[in-house]
């Protein structure tokens, strides 16, 4: 590392200057300023900022996964600035309770000045998104209309440019799809763990029947879940079933991918799949901060205007619930739980199996004849 020739000076290098001279507080053009307008302005650039930086961390998880095989070192890179981006999301969580010590009052004191701005202009929020993987026909309908009469013209061709390039959700599928663990020579793992299931389930279903606290009705509605994690489940297996179940937007991940990720998971001990387990495991936390951020800023929207529409025209609280419930981009990796069987009840990995992964940990070429693909 080079040594540095110039001596630096703390505001200098920060910028100082012009990071706390950017709060321009509105209200005092139209009378008294209301004292509670720098802390709202304070809030949001804050946010700004940590938003740069999660972009930061995923843009550069993003280019590590485009290239066709990623070593190992790569992954614990990958998981290490996971890490990083779910510990800023922990704070920007938190943040909402000072945003918090606002009244509703106070805010009415300087909140028609801002009109029509809103955090549907949130270019980086938007880029989040989108980085992420959530593409404008899953958003709520109001969402997908924003980005049309919402935002600037420049704006708005930047994040459909954005929406063009494949997504960390892209290439995370693509990841998982190409992993080479689905069928084994001499070792039918999937007919063995679908025996398993199919025995979960079926004691499942003993134990509702066998549930004197339930009504009929009751019985009848968990008997008819129990049916539909059976045909979500038969879909997993079933090409044709699972390209429906994809287009009805019960799942999203392709087949081979989410057959990846089931057996990583119930794997996740054998060395070769740890650090791709803590991969999915970091997507699946980060898919869970960012709706408890929605939730969370929705219940103060909420308490800060009840059901006043937003300043950006949605209908306020009721949008931002509903995007809570379809924003998600990883849901996958939660609903792959209903598959999950006891350690227990695994089918134990034959020696053979084991060594070829060993072999693909060391980085090495697979055996030839090892796999059956
Ligand atoms: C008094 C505090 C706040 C109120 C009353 C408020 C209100 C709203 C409302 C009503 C919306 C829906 C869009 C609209 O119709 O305008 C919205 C969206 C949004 N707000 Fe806030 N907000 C507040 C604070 C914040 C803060 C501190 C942030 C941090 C950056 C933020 C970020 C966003 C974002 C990113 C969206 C778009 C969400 C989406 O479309 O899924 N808001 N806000």
Redesign the pocket.
Known sequence: MAKNIEPVYYGEYLQLDKLLDAQHPHSPRYGAEAHDETL?II??QV??LW?KQVLHELKSVLALFQSAAIADQDLITVVHRLDRVKAIQTLMND??GI?ET?TPQE?LAF?DYLLPA???Q?IQ?KEL?IILGLTRKRRVAF?QQ?FYNRLSNEHRTHLEALEEQPSLFDRIDAWLARMPYLEFAGFSFWSLYQDAVKNMLASDEHIIEENDTLTAAEKEQELAALDATRENFAALFDSDKYQQAQADGRVRLSQHALLSALFISLYREEPVFNLPFQVITSLADIDEKLTIW?YK?AM??QR??GSK?????????D??RK?TES?RVFADFFAMATYLIPKAELPALPDHVKRTMGFWVAGLELASGELDL
Do not use: A, P
Request: aromatic share 18%.
């Open positions: 709202f809030v949001h946010y700004e938003f943040q909402v945003i606002m805010f909140r809103s955090g549907f949130s929020f998104e969402d924003s929605r800023h103060m929207v800060m205007i529409i937003g300043t950006g025209g949605s209908s306020g609280h949008y931002l995007t924003n």
